[in-house]
């Protein structure tokens, strides 16, 4: 426990000593410029005794346990006052130290046996497991002399999840088959598809292959076969968590935003009867076996919500050779990276040994500083530098996603902020032309 005095005791004992010149010229008044003293160290001390007979206010921190990342989270303090007498402090809760608070510290006033409750707002700016430490209350004495810091309530933690919150939207809107609304294409069929569904009444628009002879000849009326999409196939996320993935966009990690893709495409998959895997490569690396069920999309919230960036390239071909060996089966290999043209060489040389067994999209993401560089106005030398550089960049990324292409690659060259729609569509349309 730490003492401090207060501005009346300073006060008091500055007027006490500005009087020791006074006390110094007229001897008479030595004796009681020594009482007074006195008198002020037996009042300040007496006061201090009180105060360290005070008992320390009850507080409990009320606070989500998982909080998503970059929205504002209430957090609320129940104080309360069991002794017979008023109290005065000063209260911090100490919050994690990277997180950005409103409305802390705060000036509290307690009647005898009253409560009052204390709400403030944080927000978390990254990802990962937050600590909170005990509340600080500086506790001033009964006379006001004295401040007293004592701490009061218990730690605790919290996890900063991705923006579930976003999250929550994309997978209503595909829960109620509305994922059109944020730009995802969903291709109207009827009929068709890979694996047999039901028979039905042939409608008109019906292809002539899809008509079943036999059971139209027991019907007596022409029937035709439904199809579905084929279930049960396996799409793996490749994610880079290497250098590249920490640029940020608006204020947003491109890691941040690839992991919002991840789960709202692994919603998509599972309710198609897919099941779902991932592979980290750069840095920290995890790997989650592909899976089914509607828990999946928790269990790779719960696996990869502390999941950072790193300051290490990623190994595109190490990562192939290691996932090659993990999984057997014919799979949708998505890698998402942000590639430059010192990476192609490796870049070839992995996804060409993935596409011996799998089929292989690459998500590469472009910065969108990129866009804004060949839009903005140009009035400047530098600017006419700057737009001609971009430009080449961008005619090398071009060439070399069509050269994948061509290789069997599918790539998308896609901002970070267009990857999620861009994912579910590009997956839904692998479905429906059957090609895994």
Same mark, same amino acid.
Not at 12 to 18: A, G, M, P, Q
Not at 219 to 241: A, G, H, P
Not at 372 to 393: C, F, G, K, M, W
Not at 409 to 414: G, Q, Y
């Given at each position: 426990?730490?003492?401090?005095?207060?501005?009346?005791?300073?006060?008091?004992?500055?007027?006490?000593?500005?009087?020791?010149?006074?006390?110094?010229?007229?001897?008479?008044?030595?004796?009681?410029?020594?009482?007074?003293?006195?008198?002020?160290?037996?009042?300040?001390?007496?006061?201090?005794?009180?105060?360290?007979?005070?008992?320390?206010?009850?507080?409990?921190?009320?606070?989500?346990?998982?909080?998503?990342?970059?929205?504002?989270?209430?957090?609320?303090?129940?104080?309360?006052?069991?002794?017979?007498?008023?109290?005065?402090?000063?209260?911090?809760?100490?919050?994690?130290?990277?997180?950005?608070?409103?409305?802390?510290?705060?000036?509290?006033?307690?009647?005898?046996?009253?409560?009052?409750?204390?709400?403030?707002?944080?927000?978390?700016?990254?990802?990962?497991?937050?600590?909170?430490?005990?509340?600080? +209350?500086?506790?001033?004495?009964?006379?006001?002399?004295?401040?007293?810091?004592?701490?009061?309530?218990?730690?605790?933690?919290?996890?900063?999840?991705?923006?579930?919150?976003?999250?929550?939207?994309?997978?209503?809107?595909?829960?109620?088959?509305?994922?059109?609304?944020?730009?995802?294409?969903?291709?109207?069929?009827?009929?068709?598809?890979?694996?047999?569904?039901?028979?039905?009444?042939?409608?008109?628009?019906?292809?002539?292959?899809?008509?079943?002879?036999?059971?139209?000849?027991?019907?007596?009326?022409?029937?035709?076969?439904?199809?579905?999409?084929?279930?049960?196939?396996?799409?793996?996320?490749?994610?880079?968590?290497?250098?590249?993935?920490?640029?940020?966009?608006?204020?947003?990690?491109?890691?941040?935003?690839?992991?919002?893709?991840?789960?709202?495409?692994?919603?998509?998959?599972?309710?198609?009867?897919?099941?779902?895997?991932?592979?980290?490569?750069?840095?920290?690396?995890?790997?989650?076996?592909?899976?089914?069920?509607?828990?999946?999309?928790?269990?790779?919230?719960?696996?990869?919500?502390?999941?950072?960036?790193?300051?290490?390239?990623?190994?595109?071909?190490?990562?192939?050779?290691?996932?090659?060996?993990?999984?057997?089966?014919?799979?949708?290999?998505?890698?998402?990276?942000?590639?430059?043209?010192?990476?192609?060489?490796? +870049?070839?040389?992995?996804?060409?040994?993935?596409?011996?067994?799998?089929?292989?999209?690459?998500?590469?993401?472009?910065?969108?500083?990129?866009?804004?560089?060949?839009?903005?106005?140009?009035?400047?030398?530098?600017?006419?530098?700057?737009?001609?550089?971009?430009?080449?960049?961008?005619?090398?990324?071009?060439?070399?996603?069509?050269?994948?292409?061509?290789?069997?690659?599918?790539?998308?060259?896609?901002?970070?902020?267009?990857?999620?729609?861009?994912?579910?569509?590009?997956?839904?349309?692998?479905?429906?032309?059957?090609?895994?």
């Amino acid at each position: 426990m730490n003492w401090y005095p207060r501005r009346p005791l300073l006060y008091l004992v500055s007027v006490w000593l500005l009087t020791a010149g006074i006390a110094s010229i007229f001897s008479q008044m030595t004796e009681a410029w020594l009482l007074a003293g006195g008198l002020i160290a037996g009042i300040a001390l007496y006061d201090q005794w009180r105060c360290r007979r005070m008992a320390t206010p009850d507080v409990q921190r009320l606070i989500p346990h998982n909080l998503p990342l970059s929205v504002p989270a209430h957090v609320r303090l129940q104080v309360r006052n069991r002794q017979e007498y008023p109290v005065r402090f000063l209260i911090h809760d100490h919050y994690p130290a990277h997180f950005s608070c409103e409305k802390m510290p705060r000036q509290v006033k307690l009647d005898a046996r009253s409560g009052i409750e204390i709400d403030y707002r944080l927000l978390p700016p990254e990802r990962g497991d937050a600590l909170f430490g005990k509340s600080e +209350l500086q506790l001033v004495s009964p006379w006001g002399f004295w401040q007293q810091r004592r701490f009061a309530g218990s730690t605790g933690s919290v996890r900063v999840y991705p923006n579930f919150a976003e999250i929550s939207t994309y997978t209503l809107l595909a829960t109620d088959n509305r994922l059109s609304q944020i730009g995802v294409r969903r291709r109207q069929r009827r009929g068709e598809g890979n694996d047999f569904f039901q028979l039905r009444e042939y409608r008109q628009g019906d292809s002539q292959r899809q008509i079943h002879w036999q059971a139209s000849a027991r019907q007596r009326k022409l029937i035709s076969k439904d199809y579905q999409d084929e279930k049960d196939q396996q799409v793996i996320f490749l994610l880079d968590t290497g250098r590249r993935m920490r640029h940020r966009d608006d204020g947003r990690a491109h890691l941040d935003q690839a992991l919002n893709a991840v789960l709202l495409l692994s919603y998509v998959a599972v309710r198609q009867g897919d099941a779902v895997g991932i592979m980290t490569i750069g840095g920290d690396s995890r790997w989650i076996a592909p899976r089914k069920g509607q828990d999946t999309v928790n269990r790779l919230l719960e696996s990869l919500y502390n999941l950072e960036s790193s300051i290490e390239p990623a190994d595109y071909l190490s990562a192939a050779s290691k996932l090659s060996s993990l999984q057997r089966r014919r799979a949708l290999i998505i890698l998402i990276t942000n590639t430059r043209n010192e990476d192609d060489r490796d +870049l070839f040389a992995a996804t060409s040994q993935l596409r011996h067994h799998h089929l292989v999209v690459l998500a590469d993401l472009r910065e969108e500083i990129l866009d804004q560089t060949v839009t903005s106005p140009i009035d400047t030398e530098n600017q006419v530098l700057r737009y001609h550089a971009v430009e080449r960049y961008l005619d090398e990324r071009s060439r070399k996603h069509r050269l994948l292409l061509h290789r069997g690659i599918r790539a998308l060259d896609i901002t970070a902020r267009q990857l999620p729609v861009a994912l579910v569509n590009q997956y839904l349309d692998i479905k429906s032309e059957a090609s895994l």
